[in-house]
């Protein structure tokens, strides 16, 4: 702000020179001024270009690149980028994503700094350019800030109870069960898992978030959602959006101005929004469509009298109208975003585990030998885990799960800005400083997990030394402290559902059409590029 005022200050100062030698009419005077205005312009853009940088130039990192910052290195190097860049400049380094400087934290020591114990100055995440014009978005518990924030978070907390959990089973085991009953036909020819376990999971949270049956994963009606139209529409507009609108850092001229001139992306947005054929207009009349979509979803539920209270969208109206503090609180446009939030942060992040384990368990005969003898041992096929059971009687599954998370993390990057001057690792960061947690870098690191490249789940056996001699916060695959993700017991509870019941039936091997190597899409979270395409082999024992 106070940069961009004086990039103007400068211009304006610099104009009315200008006029005032012209009036005095020298040639000699006007050339001056001219020089007078140049001058003037570079030395603006050159301080707002490097205030960022002033303040955090203490901290390590690559020599930068005017413009673009360290944006090169990440188009050289991918995602691996910011584990070579902690070999070496450490564990705390400065990254420039453009203009805009991060500050990368590379060491589970430093992310327990950041994310417990000076949380009360670094309790915010910072807006990426992508969410900047999209309310939907911000208004979600992921992006709120403050006060705000922790008022809804503290409201939301009592939906994700052991007990309220405990209570979906039978949804979840149901919307399973019927997704791999489309396995069936299967066996004859390949299947593309992750596009069967996406449906799934949406399935699973649209019936958790907005109490819909959206019907996606039943056997032969993939593609005949819901009968409800509104439902069916937005469902559409829903997977658009996360599929072929990719809403990532190549998803428009104005994002990527936004990285390298903030100031200019907001006008920019505005104008590109205005011209057909933009990837700026499609992403706005698509958050416009999806926002209208999600506002009537919820003032339909809002006029409801008998709504129950087990989806995550009536038990917040139930809180607004019994709480006057709720009622504040939770004004319509705010439980829209926060019910679309649980679908998205809630369907490909579980989808994507899902797949995940599948692709890596097909690759490893000794742990799928491991893994069937648990799942076998724990009693006749029908019986159903409880809540209990799956935390306490599957400790290899446990393993798997934590392994293939480690291995294939969905977010390897974290969000944070300081709210105050704070010290971390030694250095002193200005408020406002965009405060990036390494979960990827520290899911590699050899010294908590020597050869991080092998899949090998007993690495999270309990009793090995390895585990024991681990930092506590080597593995957060879903973020640390109070900022952590609210969904996690839940997405666990339906993963580990999830496979038990499909190696019950079913073992899996990679399809001959499955690349090798793996290939990633980096969006939003992590995803597989060409799918997981596997061949289902039906077991003899069901
Ligand atoms: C495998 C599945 C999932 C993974 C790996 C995952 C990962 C994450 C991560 C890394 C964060 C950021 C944490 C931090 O900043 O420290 C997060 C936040 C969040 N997640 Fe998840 N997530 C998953 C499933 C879910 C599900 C199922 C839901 C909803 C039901 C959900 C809702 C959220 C929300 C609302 C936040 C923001 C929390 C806040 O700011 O207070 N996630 N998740």
């Known amino acids: 702000m106070y940069v961009s005022s004086l990039l103007f200050v400068c211009l304006g100062w610099g104009r009315k020179r200008m006029e005032m ?211 069916s529409a937005f469902i559409k507009e829903h997977i658009y959006s996360t599929t072929s609108l990719k809403m990532d850092l190549s998803g428009s001229f104005s994002i990527i101005l936004g990285l390298l001139i903030p100031i200019l992306q907001e006008p920019f947005r505005q104008l590109l929004r205005r011209i057909p054929g933009t990837a700026d207009r499609k992403i706005d009349q698509t958050n416009l469509r999806l926002s209208s979509r999600v506002n009537k979803i919820v003032a339909k539920r809002a006029c409801e009298k008998q709504r129950g209270s087990k989806d995550f969208l009536s038990a917040i109206l139930n809180a607004r109208e019994s709480d006057r503090a709720s009622s504040d609180l939770f004004t319509s446009d705010y439980i829209g975003a926060l019910t679309y939030e649980h679908l998205l942060a809630g369907s490909a992040t579980t989808s994507f585990t899902l797949s995940s384990i599948l692709y890596l368990v097909s690759q490893h005969p000794e742990v799928e030998k491991k893994l069937l003898q648990e799942i076998d041992a724990f009693g006749p096929h029908d019986l159903i885990p409880t809540a209990e059971d799956l935390q306490h009687k599957f400790p290899y599954l446990d393993q798997v799960v934590k392994e293939a998370m480690r291995l294939y993390i969905v977010s390897p990057l974290v969000a944070r800005e300081t709210s105050q001057k704070v010290e971390v690792g030694g250095y002193v960061l200005p408020k406002g400083t965009w405060v990036w947690l390494a979960l990827g870098v520290l899911a590699k690191d050899h010294k908590n997990f020597p050869e991080p490249h092998v899949f090998r789940p007993e690495r999270f056996d309990p009793a090995c030394d390895e585990e024991k001699r681990r930092h506590p916060y080597a593995h957060i695959p879903f973020g640390i402290g109070p900022r952590a993700c609210i969904g996690q017991k839940f997405s666990l509870q339906e993963i580990k559902l999830s496979v038990i019941h499909l190696y019950r039936k079913y073992v899996f091997r990679h399809s001959p059409q499955m690349e090798s190597p793996l290939e990633f899409q980096y969006g939003i979270v992590l995803n597989f590029k060409h799918g997981v395409k596997l061949q289902v082999i039906k077991r003899s024992i069901t």
């Open 21 to 231: 030698e012209m009036s005095l009419g020298g040639g000699m005077e006007g050339g001056a001024a001219y020089l007078f205005t140049l001058v003037a312009l570079v030395v603006g853009f050159l301080v707002y270009f490097y205030a960022p940088y002033w303040g955090l130039r203490k901290v390590p990192g690559p020599p930068t690149t005017p413009l673009v910052g360290h944006l090169p290195l990440l188009a050289k190097h991918g995602p691996d980028v910011f584990s070579i860049l902690a070999k070496t400049y450490g564990p705390i380094y400065r990254f420039h994503m453009g203009r805009q400087p991060l500050i990368i934290i590379a060491d589970a020591e430093l992310c327990k700094e950041v994310g417990i114990k000076k949380f009360k100055s670094i309790s915010n995440r910072s807006l990426p350019s992508p969410i900047a014009g999209s309310p939907l978005h911000q208004k979600g518990l992921f992006f709120t800030r403050d006060s705000r924030w922790s008022a809804m978070r503290n409201t939301i907390i009592s939906l994700y109870q052991p007990s309220h959990l405990a209570s979906l089973i039978p949804t979840m085991q149901s919307y399973i069960e019927s997704a791999t009953r489309n396995l069936s036909k299967a066996e004859a020819e390949d299947v593309t898992f992750s596009d069967l376990s996406l449906k799934l999971a949406t399935d699973v949270i649209g019936q958790a978030a907005f109490g819909v049956d959206f019907g996606l994963s039943k056997e032969g009606s993939p593609d005949k959602p819901n009968k409800d139209d509104e439902v």
